[in-house]
């Protein structure tokens, strides 16, 4: 696998009205944006109606448009970085339905975490996120982004404190760079079946 540039969808959680999520992703998606091994492809929940009735073997005509706009982008991605909230100690149901709808896409690739909330800032989100990715032959890495109290850690769109943030992102985007390359190093060798 050349030193190419590597495809990173970073996916924001939330759909809810009122939601922080797009302003923590757009942080974390310009920090991103500023290395020079990746290639960012925001992916906003809010804009992909996925049907809560599914996932279903054969989707509907209108579920199948709707899988088209997605499917290719997470399917070409070389890695993850899933922005989430902490919704009463989980996460939210719309990123189950849109990691359930999508199975293969997933698979041997890792996924990064960027979460914020309440006392916690997310991380029992993270937890049970784990899980879930395992199941689908992903995999998840330890270290993550947490903004504690949500919103409350932000200031104009930026984190309060920019130095430890921004130290936590470059941990996480160094390891997602350096998982990507390793699986896709063993994809391309010998391809994944699960």
Wanted: glycine share 8%; charged share 20%.
């Amino acid at each position: 696998m050349s030193e190419s540039l590597l495809r990173l969808a970073v996916i924001t959680g939330s759909v809810r009205d009122g939601r922080f999520g797009p302003t923590v992703t757009e942080w974390f998606s310009g920090v991103a944006a500023q290395r020079t091994d990746l290639s960012v492809d925001v992916i906003d929940l809010a804009d992909v109606p996925l049907t809560m009735a599914g996932p279903t073997r054969e989707p509907s005509p209108e579920m199948g448009a709707v899988l088209e706009t997605t499917r290719p982008r997470l399917a070409s991605a070389d890695a993850f970085v899933v922005v989430t909230p902490e919704y009463n100690h989980s996460f939210p149901a719309s990123l189950k339905n849109a990691i359930d709808w999508h199975l293969t896409e997933w698979q041997a690739k890792p996924v990064g975490f960027v979460c914020y909330g309440g006392f916690s800032g997310g991380l029992r989100a993270v937890e049970q996120l784990r899980q879930v990715f395992a199941e689908l032959h992903a995999v998840t890495l330890r270290d993550t982004v947490s903004f504690h109290g949500g919103a409350a850690a932000f200031d104009d769109g930026r984190p309060k404190d920019a130095e430890g943030a921004e130290a936590a992102a470059k941990t996480l985007l160094d390891q997602l760079v350096w998982w990507a390359r390793a699986l896709g190093e063993a994809r391309a060798k010998r391809p994944y079946g699960a």
